[in-house]
């Protein structure tokens, strides 16, 4: 978040007299400043990010409601279809239900190749929303 935001201060010194009269198209046409930080992060990927790119992101998930990630995710696979290359860290079910994704998860015992729904993040998603009285129970239990 830091670092974006420094990134979204530089555009707006960059092209200050442009948020003046009308902001660049480039950003989706407005600061990204006067947008929340998962919006802004939107307005990246969909403005700033195109075809035969690497892409390497860092839990780009974390300002994102649910419907806002399966945004990213079709975004994602525009690159994809636009031959580019993208390298995620993520905790993300839905980054990580992306067709054709290899998946690396990194345990204590190493980092192994896994199926998503062998994946930690998913199965554990899964059981609370499956059983969120249960889990509840076992996190919130007096000692």
């Known amino acids: 978040a830091e670092s974006f935001y420094n990134v979204a201060s530089q555009v707006d010194e960059l092209y200050e007299d442009e948020f003046k ?3 660049p198209t480039s950003f989706g046409n407005i600061s990204l400043h006067n947008q929340s930080h998962g919006e802004s992060f939107l307005a990246l990927v969909q403005n700033r ?3 035969q790119g690497l892409y390497i992101l860092d839990e780009p998930e974390a300002a994102l409601s649910p419907s806002r990630q399966m945004t990213l995710l079709v975004e994602f696979d525009r690159l994809v279809k636009q031959k580019s290359q993208l390298i995620i860290a993520t905790h993300s079910p839905i980054l990580l239900s992306y067709p054709g994704a290899i998946i690396y ?3 204590t015992d190493g980092i192994e190749q896994v199926c998503y729904d062998d ?3 998913v199965t554990l998603m899964k059981e609370y929303l499956n059983h969120p009285e249960r889990m509840l129970k ?3 239990e007096d000692e």
């Open 105 to 107: 998860q990194i345990t």
């Open 138 to 140: 076992y996190l919130l």
């Open 21 to 23: 009269a009308n902001a």
């Open 49 to 51: 990010f195109f075809g």
């Open 119 to 121: 994946c930690e993040h």
